[in-house]
């Protein structure tokens, strides 16, 4: 039978794309790594359950929902990760954003429609990402800026650093970042999700902190994501945090990617968690949630925006004045970002498309979301 044969220059021309292509892959900072198992393959100890409906539920009686206030120093509180970008080539204007990331600190980040850029050190390699060098002369040149340090330290295919590590890096870049603007805030790293086994991991970065340089950590800003994936050595899921002993954590499944108990009931936690060691007067972000599981696996659009609007709800009325945050009106959280603007790793709840740069159909969705919760602030 005969067989095409292509050109030795298209050869060629294929071969370097696909060399770029892999480059793009490995270097781009939002992205994970090949040995990544957060998603399960679907078969027969790893099967999607049958499609649910998003639960919902009301919040604790000692949560007493505040009037709404959607903005936070004058953003609006939720914001976005910026996986593929530019931010610029979309239409974000539909969106209302108040900030966004995308996983790396740049010198001049573009800012449409005058939205905030979080900037955030690396800590791939046990070292910082950019250089202290490089991290002094971004932050001179934007002062003011946030700083987030690390990015899911707690899980071997992110930043993947050890307490101990961990603690010395952030010492480091803080210094660094301080001395260069002393009016810049710092946040601590956010870990995937915090569920006791997490929890256990940030004591113990404190204490190596504490045991460290003598005093206690300094963190201008609490950050964490909120993520609800399973905690099992060499599982599917989020694995176990480096330094952590423990094989077993919260064993999620498949479905609860979406379950807004869950997520709920891990902020509260949190929050009751940062009462007790006595961090409550600081203020509590959420840079990174969403749903990383495909579609087929049970989360269509539809599920997805429902999912997305419960989170507003929680995020814009949950409070209590023995957990929250008294700047704040005693709200739990203060900002969250939605994870992502325009990944393909992790299409499910992206609101762009990034080969046509148009609303998806979660991004419809989003738009009408804000909509009525600006609605609402107004009246």
């Not at 891990?266 to 940062?274: A, E, G, V």
Request: glycine share 8%.
């Amino acid at each position: 039978m005969f067989k095409a044969r292509l050109p030795l220059w298209a050869g060629l021309a294929l071969l370097l794309t696909g060399a770029i292509l892999t480059l793009l892959s490995i270097f781009s900072p939002g992205q994970p790594t090949s040995q990544e198992h957060l998603i399960p393959t679907a078969g027969p100890t790893a099967s999607p359950r049958p499609l649910l409906e998003t639960p919902t539920c009301s919040l604790p009686s000692f949560v007493k929902p505040p009037e709404i206030s959607i903005l936070w120093e004058g953003k609006p509180r939720w914001g976005v990760g910026v996986a593929i970008g530019p931010i610029s080539k979309y239409n974000i204007k539909l969106l209302r954003l108040g900030w966004y990331l995308d996983w790396t600190a740049r010198a001049d980040p573009p800012r449409p429609e005058g939205i905030e850029y979080v900037q955030m050190v690396r800590l791939r390699g046990g070292k910082l990402n950019p250089k202290p060098e490089e991290i002094a002369r971004i932050a001179e040149l934007n002062p003011g800026s946030l700083w987030l340090i690390g990015n899911e330290p707690d899980v071997k295919w992110q930043d993947n650093v050890k307490p101990a590590l961990y603690a010395k890096l952030y010492h480091q870049a803080y210094k660094t970042i301080k001395s260069a603007d002393p009016t810049a805030k710092v946040g601590i790293g956010g870990v995937s999700q915090p569920t006791p086994l997490r929890l256990k991991y940030i004591e113990s970065i404190l204490e190596a902190y504490k045991a460290q340089f003598g005093e206690k950590m300094p963190i201008d800003v609490w950050n964490i994501h909120n993520f609800i994936l399973r905690e099992e050595r060499g599982s599917w899921g989020v694995d176990i945090p480096p330094g952590i002993r423990e094989d077993r954590g919260e064993l999620y499944e498949i479905d609860d990617s979406g379950n807004i108990e869950a997520f709920r009931r891990q902020i509260l936690n949190f929050r009751r968690w940062m009462a007790e060691h006595y961090f409550q007067n600081y203020p509590l972000i959420v840079s990174e949630y969403g749903i990383p599981m495909p579609e087929d696996y049970g989360f269509p659009p539809e599920r997805v925006i429902t999912f997305l609007r419960s989170t507003f709800e929680f995020f814009l009325t949950a409070a209590d004045p023995t957990i929250g945050y008294p700047a704040d009106g005693y709200r739990l959280v203060q900002r969250w970002c939605w994870y992502s603007l325009d990944d393909v790793t992790y299409p499910t709840g992206r609101l762009f498309n990034p080969e046509t740069g148009t609303l998806t159909v979660v991004g419809e969705g989003w738009v009408n979301i804000v909509k009525l919760f600006v609605g609402q602030a107004r009246r």
